[in-house]
């Protein structure tokens, strides 16, 4: 009995809870990111860049609830304190604005500054329109129609067709500060150096490519999470190895995504390496643009065939789940596909051969890869391992390799595009928390780039029915067995070369304290402190 | 003296001429649309529309070269595609990053490379000979990223000694002359410096045989006399090429410092470039080719000079 | 090299014997024998990998990744997709000799071509290609061949042809200088004034005193070319996955060097042990024939 107190005191006091008053040091981050993510309020470098540079310094109408490790992150208010559907149109949402949430300058956010902010993103024509942030947010929001500050913090937003999603669209809209944009001569340049949000970080300055710094904002609206940190270092270290050497070194004490190789080593070492289930998928996202070969659905399910997910497992180490689908395994809109992924490599060549495809006339196209990226886990051996599975299949594959970065901005521009260089594929991992970004921005028909990240300009009326049907559906049950029936198409068409899922592994120094790890892309650093 | 000076600067103004024309053409040799190597991918039609006005992509090649010119001429590079920030104010920073770096190799590469060439030399033909000379050709012939990594698996991985990678703690940005930085310095300074090593080496070791083959000189050893003398003797002759390669060597590091920042993830140019490349971010890698460019060519100018001042004799043609 | 050194390399008479005498003076020197003798084993390598390699290099196990080297069946151990090293090793000799040598052999080629029209004809078409090749001369190679496969984009012909585009000004500078020094000596100037064809005189007497320097810097050039090659790959800019090659398999292994510091630091080894070769060979062919440096 007096061993479990202990333990439990020991626990408390390592989460944190008994030491709220000390000064609680600084904690050092290496990223998968090679550069620092743009700091105007609308990150680039994909999740990561949203983690470090965009929920930290900068809050959105919407957030996840982060304080949970034992199951899903679900959507709380941000700095909307609440939000209602009107019940004859479902197109009109009325969002009530937090009051007194002062930005980082001491300037009030008001429904005005809300509306600035969205005008920033999707109005080419306002002076504060930013093409960079633009590139990043717009996609996310795809529903927005129009908009209006009602009084001072009441916000009016009217979807283009009814859309249960768009809270999880805003919780991607960082909320930047007009007042601060005006000070700097109304210039996003300047904005940059020293920004201002709302956020629980305020950023005290950067290095290009080298490193931030962020303190904390004690002034923060939720009390509950201001940083117990005195300072937070993020450092862009793109390549594993010296991502594993700054860590063993001590020059980081956290790093994202270890290389699995390095893991043994590191626990070794005494590095916490930390590890929980997140919405992620690691696929090659098909094109159904012209000329694709992956336009016949055989030879899509001849590469789900070939892929050896369990070599692969090896491959990292046992950090991954192997994907059973797009989603991952016992996930609630799984449904029962009938198509299962397994490794059938007869079955795989029959297909090809049934598709036309042998000897006479092989098979080989080109996909886009990243050496590195939030979420790309160890992109180079494992395509490489994969290049490898297709090749016993018959199936030759170039890569075109890319920098992370690039890579999105060519997802954005879509198949058709001359960036994407006549690729057929792309390797990317997904961020796939709700029926939004789970499922429609990858293959609903008006999304098709640039309008969207339909990146494959799939078409499908059968799919885009579904997608209606998601939207018209604001009963949590009932939508939710349409999101089974979509996922099952998802499946049983192919529509994806779908490989595995992260497992969001990151490693700690012995020295981090109070840290929990949310089932979630974004994470939150205030609860962490550092023993000396 | 001056009107030497005046006619390598003649020649050297046409050859910077063209370097830049070469640097110009890269944009245009990159596959597809020039706008699209200088854009992202979803650039809307008004950005579109600006950097075709600002680059003239519409007019003649030479137009859209002088433009260009011009704005370089101002010290404007241009804009980063992947990050929106001016590509020469990036560039500054990794610069001095490189020159720390290079100028370090180059001193390391040229004491140990004048060292074992002139014992070589000294020595021609004894077993001292045959060991420099063996050191110098192994230094020419390795591949130095390949030993960068094997110095990092000796004195990080096994011995735990030096840090692998990076610029110290806090980045180049609040970098010191302490123990602290320096220790990040060693190993891609050293692994950097074989190349000049070897090449210093066979320079100096060719030098001093020839200069000891004098008859003068030969006569003076044959008495036994003098070997402080003989040694000014050989120093003074020596000197100026050995210091014109050394400079040499110094360019060419900072134009091949690629490999070794990539090893090292060293914050300099050649990390830059590295970046550029994979970002397909054309203006940034325009912009440090350039300058790197530039650079080699008055240093070339800079050693051309001060070696005819040394030794009035050669004129490097 | 100085105007002194190309006027004696020129004034060496170069009789019947001359070449014998060479190959004479180059097989009594053992250092530049060995390197051959390992240069030529390299090529046997790469010709006959298929029946040499113990195994597929394509083909790998996960379960037998990252093995160290002296594991039964994989002497030199595996990769990180558990792919046989020594069958790697070799097969890599085919295409990092290929992009080591190929641009060199090109750039002899064209680079003399251009030199000696240069330095034959003089004058305006002296200074009109010179002054070009002066401007690629400029760059520090590594940079030139980084700028161009940079822009062009990875692959093995790109890398190729950057690396040509390297190699083709120096050659050109030293075939022009010594040309324009053989051009003025008293027999080729002979033979001009007795009204020869301008075609027989580059064939018999140029050619036959200005080949020898340049073979022998080019062959200089070739471990520069084997480590540029390979470090094209290293960066990504080369050969693609998941061809075997010396330089590409140096960064896929990279990663590894926390768990298996000595197989990843194979690849490096073979780049060195080739390139050391070539300019050891180089040098015993420079003393063969007597020119200096």
Not at chain 2, 196 to 213: E, N
Not at chain 3, 84 to 100: E, F, K, N, P, V
Request: hydrophobic share 45%.
């Amino acid at each position: 009995m007096r061993i479990i107190n202990l333990g439990a005191v020991a626990l408390l006091a390592s989460l944190g809870f008994c030491q709220p008053s000390l000064a609680q040091g600084v904690l050092r981050i290496g990223m998968t990111a090679s550069d620092i993510p743009l700091t105007t309020g609308q990150p680039d470098q994909g999740g990561e860049g949203q983690r470090f540079m965009g929920l930290t310094v900068y809050d959105a109408l919407v957030h996840w609830d982060l304080t949970r490790a034992d199951r899903p992150s679900t959507l709380i208010p941000g700095l909307a304190a609440s939000w209602t559907v009107d019940a004859n149109d479902k197109t009109k949402w009325t969002f009530k604005i937090r009051d007194g949430v002062k930005f980082h300058d001491g300037s009030v956010l008001t429904a005005e500054a809300v509306v600035w902010n969205l005008d920033k993103l999707l109005k080419t024509d306002a002076p504060q329109f930013d093409q960079r942030q633009a590139s990043q947010g717009r996609s996310r929001i795809p529903a927005v129609g129009s908009y209006r500050a009602v009084d001072a913090l009441t916000l009016e937003i009217v979807t283009r067709a009814p859309d249960a999603t768009l809270p999880y669209q805003l919780a991607w809209i960082g909320i930047s500060s007009p007042a601060q944009w005006e000070k700097l001569g109304r210039n996003w340049q300047e904005f940059a150096k020293t920004p201002s949000g709302t956020g629980p970080w305020k950023l005290t300055g950067f290095t290009p490519r080298e490193r931030a710094e962020l303190v904390p904002n004690k002034d923060y609206w939720d009390t509950t999470r201001i940083p117990r940190l005195d300072r937070m270092v993020l450092i862009p270290l793109p390549e594993p190895n010296a991502r594993v050497a700054a860590l063993r070194s001590g020059q980081v004490d956290w790093i994202e995504a270890p290389a699995p190789d390095a893991v043994p080593s590191l626990k070794g070492a005494g590095i916490q390496v930390i590890t929980n289930a997140y919405p992620h998928n690691w696929t090659w996202h098909l094109s159904s643009a012209e000329g694709s070969p992956w336009n016949d659905v055989r030879v899509r399910k001849a590469a789900n065939l070939a892929i050896d997910r369990e070599g692969l497992k090896e491959l990292l180490g046992g950090l991954m789940i192997p994907a059973e689908g797009f989603m991952p395994p016992g996930h609630q809109w799984f449904g029962k596909p009938s198509f299962k992924l397994k490794r059938d490599l007869a079955e795989a060549r029959k297909l090809l051969a049934e598709a036309g495809y042998g000897p006479a006339k092989p098979f080989q196209t080109k996909i886009l890869i990243s050496p590195s990226g939030s979420g790309q886990m160890q992109p180079l051996p494992m395509n490489e391992y994969i290049q490898q599975n297709l090749a016993e299949a018959g199936m030759k594959i170039d890569f075109e390799v890319v920098e992370w970065n690039t890579l999105i901005n060519i997802w954005r521009a879509g198949a058709r595009h001359e960036s994407s260089r006549g690729a057929t594929g792309m390797n990317y991992s997904y961020f796939i928390q709700d029926p939004f970004t789970g499922f429609m921005r990858h293959l609903q028909c008006n999304l098709q780039p640039p309008a969207g990240t339909n990146w494959g300009h799939y078409c499908n009326a059968d799919m885009d029915k579904l997608f209606n049907e998601v939207r018209n559906t604001f009963d949590a049950a009932a939508q939710s067995k349409v999101l089974e029936r979509i996922h099952e198409k998802y499946v049983d068409d192919a529509l994806f070369l779908m490989v595995t899922h992260d497992v969001n592994a990151r490693a700690l120094s012995p020295k981090v304290r109070g840290f929990v790890q949310a089932q979630n892309w974004f994470q939150d650093f205030g609860t962490i402190t550092m023993s000396p | 003296m001056l009107t030497y000076v005046a006619k390598r600067l003649l020649h050297t103004l046409p050859v910077a001429f063209g370097v830049s024309i070469v640097c110009f053409m890269l944009v245009h040799i990159a596959p597809g649309d020039p706008l699209t190597s200088v854009l992202p991918p979803d650039a809307s039609a008004q950005l579109q529309a600006e950097m075709r006005k600002i680059y003239g992509f519409d007019r003649p090649l030479p137009v859209q070269y002088g433009l260009w010119l011009l704005k370089t001429l101002q010290g404007d590079l241009g804009v980063s595609i992947a990050t929106g920030r001016p590509v020469a104010s990036e560039l500054w920073r990794a610069l001095g990053n490189t020159l720390m770096l290079a100028v370090l190799a180059t001193v390391i590469g040229f004491v140990l490379g004048c060292l074992f060439g002139f014992v070589a030399g000294y020595f021609r033909g004894s077993w001292l000979d045959r060991l420099a000379s063996f050191v110098s050709i192994i230094g020419v012939s390795v591949p130095h990223y390949w030993l960068g990594m094997v110095l990092v698996i000796i004195f990080s991985v096994q011995l735990n000694w030096l840090p692998a990678t990076g610029a110290g703690p806090g980045g180049s940005a609040d970098w010191a002359w302490d123990w602290v930085h320096v220790r990040h310095l060693i190993l891609p300074a050293v692994t950097m410096s074989v190349i000049p090593m070897g090449i210093v080496a066979r320079t100096v070791r060719a030098l001093v045989a020839d200069i000891l083959s004098q008859e003068f000189i030969v006569g003076q050893r044959a008495k036994g006399l003098l070997d402080a003398g003989v040694f000014r003797h050989v120093v003074k002759n020596a000197a100026p090429t050995a210091l014109a390669v050394m400079g040499l060597q110094l360019g060419y590091l900072l134009g091949g410092s690629i490999l070794i920042e990539t090893v090292f993830s060293w914050p300099g140019t050649g990390f830059l470039l590295g970046q550029a490349i994979f970002q397909r971010d054309l203006p940034l890698l325009q912009g440090t080719i350039l300058v790197l460019a530039m650079f080699f060519v008055g240093l070339n100018l800079i050693v051309d000079v001060v070696q005819t001042m040394l030794d009035p004799r050669v004129q490097r043609s | 090299m100085t105007a002194a050194t190309l006027e004696a390399i020129a004034k060496v008479e170069k009789s019947p014997g001359y070449w014998s005498g060479v190959l004479r003076r180059i097989a009594r020197d053992p250092v530049a024998m060995f390197a051959l003798c390992v240069i030529v084993a390299m090529i046997l390598m790469a010709i006959f990998a298929p029946w040499i390699a113990p195994a597929d290099p394509y083909r790998g196990q996960m379960l037998r990744r990252l093995r160290p080297i002296g594991t039964a069946g994989f002497p030199l151990g595996t990769d990180e997709l558990g792919r046989d090293m020594l069958t790697r090793l070799i097969y890599g000799a085919r295409l990092s000799l290929t992009m080591g040598v190929t641009p060199v052999i090109i750039a002899f080629f064209i680079g003399s071509a251009i030199g000696i029209t240069a330095g034959y004809v003089g004058g305006k078409l002296n200074s009109a290609l010179m002054r070009t090749i002066d401007v690629f001369f400029a760059f520090p190679s590594v940079l030139l061949a980084i700028a161009l496969s940079g822009a062009l984009g990875a692959g093995i012909f790109n890398g190729l042809l950057s690396l040509t585009i390297v190699f083709i000004p120096p050659i050109a500078r030293i075939a022009e200088s010594v040309t324009t020094a053989v051009r003025k000596i008293e027999y080729v100037e002979a033979a001009r004034a007795s009204g020869a064809s301008g075609f027989t005189i580059v064939r018999v007497h140029v050619l036959g005193n200005v080949i020898g320097p340049i073979f022998v810097y080019a062959t200089g050039l070739i471990s520069v070319s084997l480590i540029l090659a390979s470090g094209l790959s290293f960066l990504g800019l080369g050969v693609k996955p998941p061809e075997p090659e010396w330089g590409l398999m140096l960064n896929t292994l990279r990663n590894a060097i926390y768990v298996q510091p000595w197989v990843a630091a194979l690849p490096g080894l073979m780049i060195f042990i080739t390139s050391i070769s070539f300019n050891l060979l180089s040098d015993g062919l420079r003393s063969a024939m007597d020119i200096k440096a």
